[in-house]
């Protein structure tokens, strides 16, 4: 069982920045590729940033030089710096891991850019 949980949401104005934290349960952490995905109402969720366990990162090509995912294996956390943020931005962003061929997901957070 995988218990991921969301946290760093929140309003900022367009241009500025905010970091997502995802912390997951068990011991499984070191062991899974770990992503941030996420959805805007009436659109299919999609992925912006992955990374290995062997640090491996890769994108989205809407948010390649603006984010940054990272992970801290002692932590069991996931993050997502977020940088140079634009309207298009806004979504609930959700964390996601998958094992044994079973999808986990965070509970989201929403992410707000307006001025």
């Known amino acids: 069982q995988v218990q991921l949980v969301e946290s760093g949401g929140g309003l900022v104005q367009p241009g500025g920045s905010l970091r997502l934290s995802c912390a997951a349960s068990?011991?499984?952490?070191?062991?899974?590729?770990m992503g941030w995905y996420r959805q805007v109402p009436g659109k299919q969720r999609e992925l912006v940033a992955a990374?290995?366990?062997?640090?491996?990162?890769n994108y989205a090509d809407s948010v390649k030089g603006r984010f940054t995912i990272s992970r801290d294996n002692g932590k069991n956390t996931v993050y997502l710096q977020m940088n140079s943020l634009k309207p298009e931005d806004t979504a609930v962003y959700y964390c996601?891991?998958?094992?044994?061929?079973?999808?986990?997901w965070g509970q989201g957070t929403q992410v707000t850019v307006s001025s």
């Open positions: 996601n891991t998958n094992l044994f061929a079973r999808d986990y």
């Open positions: 068990g011991r499984i952490f070191r062991v899974v590729a």
């Open positions: 990374i290995t366990t062997g640090g491996i990162t």
